[in-house]
Every structure is written in structure tokens, then in C-alpha cells.
């Protein structure tokens, strides 16, 4: 499986304030995604980050909130735009093997807004 | 709406004894399925999947089984060490989803020495 690291690993931030999650891999994936783990839940799906094209949000997850970038195969990031504390969340990416279907993750970002 | 649940929030064993986690779907269209090990502090780690055409399916240590016709799954631990300890989430997914998953609400395993 392909090895993805995350910066930062872990942020406590000001509320009003914008954090950016890096998500990097070691080889070239298709497809990635951005998840978010409320503290004591499951993942949840933000969107799927498209190469070369505006990300796919899922039903409660807007662009103006959660602004991502995906310049090439192997990169990506997640911006959690004017936080609050109902932010405070870890955020995953994850990609898809190279067979297909299974989606491996990263290490997470864990996010405290204050 | 569509749903992957879990049985049990928490579950507790003696170091040794097997494990069985339990998940339930809604969605009859659902034809892949994975369980993952999240460990304190860690993302997501892939244990095994399981596509809807088998029933069955062995790692090592683990097996995953399917009941299509009442959309159950199950995660099946033998020998639980206290290493297993961590939360289980089922995940599924369908090939019309585009490789999207959704996952269940997780079970908190807890292996006793």
C-alpha cells in the first residue's frame, strides 16, 4: 500500500482562523479523499479531491468552507476555512490502491479550535 | 437513508478468547466491503475487505463473513491479543458510488491480560 503523510499532525488554532492540512503520497493515485472524525466517532466523508479540477463535496460540505487543492497525483490539501470550535475534529486523507476500491489512510490531522 | 451500523459500541475479552464484531447494512446494493483497525492517535489501518459475491473470507487471524440476504458482516479475531486492542469500523461501498465509502460507527475493542 502506499505510504501518506499528513502535516501538521496535530494544531490547536484560534477560532476565525483558517488551518491548511497537507496530505502527501509516495507513488501516483488516482483518487483521494478527505474525511472528518468527530472526537468519540466514525469518518465521515468530506469530498473526493479531483486532479486537475474542482473537488466533489458530499451533501453538508461546501467549497467555501473546506476549499481543497489537488495540483498533481500524489498531493493534496484541505483548508478548514474560519473556524470554530465545532471544527475541532481529526481530518483524514486517504487514496485508493493501486487494485482499486480499498482506500488506505493517513496518520490524521487532529484539530482543536479554541 | 442508507446506513452501516454496528451491533455494539464496546467489546471486552480475555487475551486469547476469539472476538466477533458485527456490522449491519441497509444499502441491498452495496458490494464491497472492508474492515479497518484504528488505533489511539492513528488513522485507519486495513485488516480485510470482502466483495458481495463470497461469503467468506481468511487473513490471518481474521475472517470476515458476509450474510447478504439479512446485510450482516462480521469481523471474527482469533487468539485476541492485547495489541488488537483498538476501535473496528466496517466500511462499504458499491461500484456506482465512485470508490466512496461509507463507514459504520465503530467498536471499541478492548483485550483484557
Known amino acids: 500500500s502506499a505510504v501518506i503523510s499528513q502535516k501538521p499532525s496535530r494544531d490547536i488554532c484560534q477560532r476565525g482562523t483558517s488551518l491548511t492540512i497537507q496530505c502527501q503520497v509516495d507513488s501516483q493515485v488516482t483518487m483521494m479523499f478527505w474525511y472528518r472524525q468527530q472526537p468519540g466517532q466514525s469518518l465521515t466523508l468530506i469530498a473526493t479531491?479531483?486532479?486537475?479540477?474542482?473537488?466533489?463535496?458530499e451533501s453538508g460540505f461546501v467549497i467555501d468552507k473546506f476549499p481543497i487543492s489537488r495540483p498533481n497525483l500524489t498531493f493534496s490539501t484541505l483548508t478548514v476555512s474560519n473556524m470554530s470550535p465545532e471544527d475541532s475534529s481529526i481530518y483524514l486523507c486517504?487514496?485508493?490502491?493501486?487494485?482499486?476500491?480499498?482506500?488506505?489512510f493517513g496518520p490524521g490531522t487532529r484539530l482543536l479550535v479554541l | 437513508g442508507e446506513s452501516v451500523g454496528l451491533h455494539l459500541p464496546t467489546l471486552s475479552v480475555q487475551e486469547g478468547d476469539n472476538s466477533i464484531i458485527n456490522c449491519a447494512y441497509s444499502n441491498s446494493a452495496s458490494d464491497y466491503f472492508i474492515w479497518y483497525k484504528q488505533e489511539s492517535g492513528k488513522g485507519p489501518q486495513f485488516i480485510i475487505d470482502?466483495?458481495?459475491?463470497?461469503d467468506k473470507r481468511q487473513g490471518q487471524r481474521v475472517t470476515v463473513l458476509l450474510n447478504k440476504t439479512v446485510k450482516h458482516l462480521s469481523l471474527q479475531i482469533a487468539a485476541t491479543q492485547p495489541g488488537d486492542s483498538a476501535v473496528y469500523f466496517c466500511a462499504e461501498t458499491r461500484e456506482t458510488s465512485g470508490s466512496r465509502l461509507t463507514f459504520g460507527e465503530g467498536t471499541q475493542l478492548t483485550v483484557n491480560p
Open positions: 486517504s487514496v485508493e490502491g493501486i487494485a482499486g476500491e480499498t482506500q488506505y
Open positions: 470482502i466483495r458481495s459475491n463470497m
Open positions: 479531491a479531483n486532479q486537475g479540477s474542482e473537488a466533489t463535496y
